[in-house]
């Protein structure tokens, strides 16, 4: 079983999302969507139709997105059966969230790496 595909995501904290956002559009073009964050396209070898994303986001400081992580970010990782790998990290013993989410977006599940981060897994819709 493929366990991580790759990056979904890089999101942090910041004091001002805006402010930092527009500093990023600004400096490094990157293009800062109004919900304050960009995604960014790509294709794989693997997967030269399909069209793949990873998203750059900055959040608010005091989020409790991350939480109960003491981190000030999240990585999102991209997996391929997302039920099939929060059961391998549970027997394996890792401490995973007991919820997960399922929309139009894919499905979410969350676990914690041996020093509290928390670190977001998503599986893409069919064709994602």
């Not at 999101?11 to 600004?26: T, V």
Request: net charge negative.
């Amino acid at each position: 079983m493929k366990r991580v595909t790759g990056i979904g995501g890089i999101f942090f904290k910041s004091r001002d999302p805006q402010a930092l956002g527009d500093w990023y559009r600004r400096h490094l073009g990157i293009e800062v969507a109004d919900w304050g964050g960009a995604v960014f396209a790509w294709r794989s070898a693997a997967n030269p139709e399909g069209v793949g994303t990873t998203t750059w986001s900055p959040f608010a400081a005091d989020t409790t997105y991350f939480a109960p992580s003491p981190a000030p970010f999240m990585v999102n990782y991209r997996v391929d059966d997302l039920d099939a790998l929060l059961e391998v990290l549970r027997a394996e013993g890792v401490e995973v969230a007991d919820a997960t989410e399922e929309s139009e977006y894919g499905k979410f599940g969350w676990a914690f790496d041996p020093e509290g981060n928390k670190l977001e897994l998503w599986q893409p819709p069919a064709g994602g």
